[in-house]
């Protein structure tokens, strides 16, 4: 009674079934050299296109521009930075570029915003304000800094002294 009521697979059946698992397969090498970031869902930082290459070989390394505001103390300007080798007007070159250089991975972008929906505590970190352009690693860095809650403080904090040390 009971294969009465089992499905009839005919060789053919089989034959298909099989014939797209072999397809599968097939594809598995290619996946499996795919960056890490398509596995994942990550986003990585997009390609370095041929016009900020030209831009970085024009001045000759990584550059930004730091704009501070509302930090007080005397830490409100705007700071020019180059790394390797490091000059500028930032008050810490050597500091800032270190600090840019330990936060840098592959794959991942440096001046990142925080995620959509990240969970952050209700933290108000001050009114301090920070815009950063320029070029790092070969791309191009157009990114925007406050203390409005846990996350972008942390985020602001990575980047001392990069961005002034607001922590009292």
């Known amino acids: 009674m009971l294969q009465d009521m089992l499905p009839v ?10 014939a797209a698992a072999l397809s599968a397969l097939s594809a598995a090498p290619a996946l499996a050299a795919a960056p890490a970031a ?3 869902g990550v986003s990585a930082p997009p390609p370095v296109r041929p ?3 030209a831009a970085t070989t024009a001045t000759s390394g990584d550059h930004l521009t730091v704009t501070v505001r ?15 080798p490091g000059a500028g007007s930032h008050p810490d070159v050597g500091g800032a570029c270190r600090t840019l250089d330990r936060n840098t991975r592959w794959g991942r972008d440096t001046f990142a915003p925080v995620a959509p929906g990240q969970m ?3 933290l ?10 320029g070029v790092w690693a070969g791309r191009p860095v157009d990114a925007t800094y ?3 809650n846990g996350c972008e403080i942390d985020r602001w ?3 001392v002294p990069l961005l002034p040390d607001l922590r009292a």
Do not use: F, K, Q
């Not at 697979?9 to 099989?18: E, G, L, N």
């Not at 108000?124 to 352009?133: E, I, Q």
């Open 120 to 122: 952050c505590t209700m």
């Open 70 to 84: 509302h930090a007080g103390g005397g830490r409100d300007g705007r700071y020019r930075l180059s790394c390797h």
């Open 146 to 148: 406050d203390r409005s």
């Open 9 to 18: 697979i005919s060789r053919a059946h089989i034959a298909a079934v099989a």
């Open 38 to 40: 398509v596995h994942s």
């Open 51 to 53: 016009e900020d290459r």
């Open 157 to 159: 904090d990575r980047l």
């Open 124 to 133: 108000y970190g001050g009114p301090a304000t920070a815009h950063v352009t």
